[in-house]
């Protein structure tokens, strides 16, 4: 409610004391020509969406928000949408003095462990992603104690792991900027390729051994790479690399 008006990309903005999910209401709400770059957030979310069919607890004092890009993007630039908002994460973060790393394609981790999901969901015409939502859940202000067990081993809180709040509008316009500005080069044809660079160097996962999950698929190796289109190279065993295009990596070692 307190958005500073900074950012195209937030306006108009619907906040509501709870919703089921953000990401379902903005893809209903879309249907029904709900315009490029609104926002659908929620204090609480009772029904919020994982990648993977999970689902994703989400209590007071976090970031659940929901942004809707109705902008030309060819569907093979798909990915850059969640990548380019990976980055517009970490930057903001970084800008509230949180150090954060990125785990391929999505996930944002501090002190190695999960803070943040991006969950991005399209829909397509032909060639074209007609529009998307871009789903981010940011485990910010309630303690990690407040996440379920199953979880705890792998996933934290701002508030746990750097041991301060985030000031959450803050925060929400810094992130909304970055995202204005990156997808303005997706427009142009700068998609992920353009900042690749940046972004390989707040990932987390490049040089380690890694367990990629993708559908009911496993494939073990060493993540290498991550090209201009931000598939990660994986070298296998026998040596072959393999481009992986989405998959979430399970477990990485040393
Ligand atoms: C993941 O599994 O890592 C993705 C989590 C995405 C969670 C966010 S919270 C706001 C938006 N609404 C949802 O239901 N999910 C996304």
Redesign the pocket.
């Known amino acids: 409610p307190h958005l500073p008006l900074t950012a195209s990309l937030g306006r108009p903005l619907f906040w509501a004391a709870e919703r089921?999910?953000?990401?379902?209401t903005a893809l209903e709400w879309a249907a029904q020509g709900l315009p490029h770059g609104s926002v659908v957030t929620a204090a609480v979310?009772t029904?919020?969406?994982?990648?993977?069919e999970?689902a994703?607890v989400?209590p007071q004092g976090?970031m659940?928000?929901?942004v809707l890009v109705r902008q030309p993007c060819a569907l093979h630039h798909a990915p850059d949408l969640t990548l380019l908002a990976s980055l517009a994460v970490w930057r903001a973060l970084a800008e509230s003095g949180v150090s954060a790393e990125i785990k391929w394609p999505?996930?944002i981790l501090v002190a190695g462990q999960?803070v943040?999901?991006?969950?991005a969901q399209m829909r397509a015409d032909g060639e074209w992603v007609d529009h998307a939502v871009i789903?981010?859940?940011i485990n910010a202000n309630f303690p990690a104690e407040q996440l379920p067990e199953e979880i705890r081993h792998r996933a934290t809180t701002i508030l746990s792991a750097c041991g301060f709040a985030l000031e959450r509008p803050r925060v929400l316009a810094a992130i909304l900027t970055e995202l204005d500005r990156l997808y303005r080069g997706l427009a142009t044809g700068e998609g992920f390729a353009s900042v690749r660079r940046e972004w390989l160097a707040h990932c987390q996962t490049i040089g380690r051994d890694v367990e990629v999950a993708i559908g009911n698929e496993i494939v073990r190796g060493k993540a290498v790479d991550v090209d201009d289109q931000g598939s990660l190279l994986v070298e296998l065993a026998d040596g072959n690399v393999r481009q992986l295009h989405s998959g979430e990596v399970l477990f990485s070692g040393s």
């Open positions: 089921a999910s953000t990401n379902v979310q029904g919020g969406k994982g990648r993977r999970r994703w989400s976090g659940w928000f929901s999505n996930d999960k943040c999901g991006i969950l789903g981010i859940g």
